[in-house]
Nanobody, 125 residues
């Protein structure tokens, strides 16, 4: 059974940084996408960043490029999201997601069949 557990969220002032972690267990796929999504109240869930294994190809939403960095430690089965220069509009519930994929195009929502429960990130002005 695949489990994804997020950690590292919390409250921070604008301009600050946070690093989210997602510990994965029970995952046996050799080619897969992992991603971070977020959902703010009253808004649709949006993909923040994604990474493909093998190879490490990454994808970022335009508004996150240059501020957020997705990475993974395969030895620890952990996905990370380093968030810098945080803005109040980054306030949302952040979700870790994963799914098998034959290609590195990790932009298709339907790929993500496993989800964590989410973790809150709040950025105050």
């Amino acid at each position: 059974q695949v489990q994804l557990v997020e950690s590292g969220g919390g409250s921070v002032q604008a301009g600050g940084s946070l690093r989210l972690s997602c510990a994965a267990s029970g995952y046996t796929y050799s080619r897969y996408c992992m991603a971070w999504f977020r959902q703010a109240p009253g808004k649709e869930r949006e993909r923040v960043a994604a990474i493909y294994t093998p190879g490490g190809n990454t994808h970022y939403a335009d508004s996150m490029k240059g501020r957020f960095t997705i990475s993974q430690d395969n030895a620890k089965n952990t996905l990370y999201l380093q968030m810098n220069s945080l803005k109040p509009e980054d306030t949302a519930m952040y979700y870790c997601a994963a799914g098998p994929s034959r290609t590195w195009a990790c932009t298709t929502y339907a790929i993500y069949i496993y989800w964590g429960e989410g973790i809150q990130v709040t950025v105050s002005s």
